[in-house]
């Protein structure tokens, strides 16, 4: 049985395992691209705190 919503759907193993296959593929594919955009932001996240810190020292305290 495959659910798709809410109903299920009776199919041959092989299609359940495509069909899982798939999904995998763009769920991986999602979360490569949400690692590459954190890794972007905490790259932009680095430079800011840098520009903070040079402007006012040791007077500011950011989260690590």
Not at 17 to 42: F, G, M, P, R, W
Not at 53 to 58: D, Q, V
Request: aromatic share 8%.
């Amino acid at each position: 049985m495959l659910s798709l919503g809410d109903a299920f759907f009776e199919v041959s193993e092989e299609d359940a395992t495509e069909h899982c296959e798939n999904a995998l593929e763009k769920y991986q594919c999602k979360v490569d691209e949400l690692d590459a955009e954190e890794s972007e932001i905490l790259e932009k996240q680095a430079e800011l705190k840098k520009l903070l810190y040079a402007r006012f020292g040791k007077s500011i305290n950011l989260e690590e």
